[in-house]
């Protein structure tokens, strides 16, 4: 059974960093793309970052490139998701979701999600 | 950026209706087409992938279809644990844009 769990949130100044971490476990982890998902509170999901399974290629929404970077340490299976230039916008629960493939696909795994607060 | 649009934005129904949820995108996307679940204060959980491969543990009740730009969902007995918000994603390409969602309620 694949599992999924997501850390590091929490209560981030406006302009300020949080890094976030997924652990993988269940599955050959280098073989299948990562992506990070989020929700603001009371909206929709929204695609945030996406990488493939060896790492080489990585993808964002405009809504955060340049501002967050994502990488992936397959000795750990282990996801990260680091969140520079912080803004109110950003306050969201976030997932860390599995692809059922190396690069572009759907999510078959989820973590639980958690919660980055910006707010001063 | 592939956009995708969903309708309605919510739904109310009784339970046994037939409940038909749909998805447009902004351009083709082969079969690249997936659908979530995701019920209050809960992660989505995945329904379908490449428009109408269910996703183990989904039941039959569960169904996608369409091709290129127009894909739908339907529910074809609704149950008490369906009332929830439904999410299309396109996976043909990143950005892996979602719709809005759609709200099924009860009636």
């Known amino acids: 059974e694949v599992q999924v769990l997501e850390s590091g949130g929490g209560l981030v100044q406006p302009g300020g960093s949080l890094r976030l971490s997924c652990a993988a476990s269940g599955s050959t982890f280098s073989s299948f793309a990562m992506s990070w998902v989020r929700q603001a509170p009371g909206k929709g999901l929204e695609w945030v970052s996406g990488?493939?399974?060896?790492?080489?290629?990585?993808y964002y929404a405009d809504s955060v490139r340049g501002r967050f970077t994502i990488s992936r340490d397959s000795s750990k299976n282990a996801l990260y998701l680091q969140m520079n230039s912080l803004r109110a916008d950003d306050t969201a629960v976030y997932y860390c979701a599995k692809l059922t493939a190396y690069s572009a696909s759907a999510v078959d795994y989820w973590g639980q999600g958690t919660l980055v607060t910006v707010s001063s | 950026d592939i956009q995708m649009t969903q309708s309605p934005s919510s739904v109310s129904a009784s339970v046994g209706d037939r409940v038909t949820i749909t998805c447009r995108a902004s351009q083709g996307i082969s079969s690249w087409l997936a659908w979530y679940q995701q019920k209050p204060g809960k992660a989505p959980k995945s329904l379908i992938y490449t428009t109408s491969s269910l996703q183990g543990g989904v039941p039959s009740r569960f169904s996608g279809s369409g091709y290129g730009t127009d894909f739908t969902l339907t529910i074809s007995s609704l149950q008490p644990e369906d009332f929830a918000t439904y999410y299309c994603?396109?996976?043909?390409?990143?950005?892996?844009?979602f719709g809005g969602g759609t709200k099924v309620e009860i009636k």
């Open positions: 990488i493939s399974g060896s790492g080489d290629s990585t």
């Open positions: 994603q396109q996976t043909n390409s990143f950005p892996l844009t």
